[in-house]
T-cell receptor, first 112, second 114 residues
Framework: DSGVTQTPKHLITATGQRVTLRCSPR?????VYWYQQSLDQGLQFLIQ???????AKGNILERFSAQQFPDLHSELNLSSLELGDSALYFC???????????FGPGTRLTVL | AQSVSQHNHHVILSEAASLELGCNYS??????LFWYVQYPGQHLQLLLK??????LVKGIKGFEAEFIKSKFSFNLRKPSVQWSDTAEYFC????????????FGSGTRLLVRP
């Protein structure tokens, strides 16, 4: 157990819908990262937040957005879902100034 | 663009065989290097990491990796694999910019036959 929690574990929804994935970082970690793992794209970095501020953006679609709240938990919002958005979405956290990321168990999103 | 290449996509070994998984990265600046493992149905776990110093780093579960700067490589090794090492292995780098985002290779699926 890495100390990073993600909810829900599984999510099944339909095309065109909107979902919210939640991540709680390890105690004391200020950075939260979101990654998408799919069969065709592999593991891709989506976005990073540090202490509430967006720090870096990767291959994140405009239909996707994220935020980090004052209690440091983060949410990834996916809207106008398409079949190709079906994937495992991982959250990771890291302590201030540190380069090691600790991953949560992931949310498996299935879009039907 | 920054990239990580793992040339072996699938590896099948018998127990007690030696393992070497290749990893090469493309980035002109300083990087930190990682190997992560993903056991079936589980999340990513850190096996080992290299930031600086001795280029031969030892990780958990008997794994080690060697950083060869001139070859831009960070190969993972284990002298004797076990059935429980069956998993997917990911090499990753973080360029030393402000974000520390991980850039992953495509992964290597290792199957260890008892």
């Amino acid at each position: 157990d890495s100390g990073v929690t993600q909810t829900p574990k599984h999510l099944i929804t339909a095309t065109g819908q909107r979902v919210t994935l939640r991540c709680s970082p390890r105690s004391g970690d200020l950075s939260v990262y979101w990654y998408q793992q799919s069969l065709d794209q592999g593991l891709q970095f989506l976005i990073q937040y540090y202490n509430g501020e967006e720090r870096a953006k990767g291959n994140i679609l405009e239909r996707f957005s994220a935020q980090q709240f004052p209690d440091l938990h983060s949410e990834l919002n996916l809207s106008s879902l398409e079949l190709g958005d079906s994937a495992l979405y991982f959250c990771a956290s890291s302590p201030p100034g540190a380069d090691t990321q600790y991953f949560g168990p992931g949310t498996r999103l299935t879009v039907l | 663009a920054q990239s990580v290449s793992q040339h072996n996509h699938h590896v099948i070994l018998s127990e007690a065989a030696s393992l070497e998984l290749g990893c090469n990265y493309s980035y002109g600046g300083t990087v930190n290097l990682f190997w992560y493992v993903q056991y079936p149905g589980q999340h990513l776990q850190l096996l080992l990491k290299y930031f600086s110093g001795d280029p031969l780093v030892k990780g958990i579960k008997g794994f080690e990796a060697e950083f060869i700067k001139s070859k831009f490589s960070f190969n993972l090794r284990k002298p004797s694999v076990q059935w429980s090492d069956t998993a997917e292995y990911f090499c990753a780098v973080t360029p030393m910019d402000s974000s520390y985002k991980l850039i992953f290779g495509s992964g290597t699926r290792l199957l260890v036959r008892p």
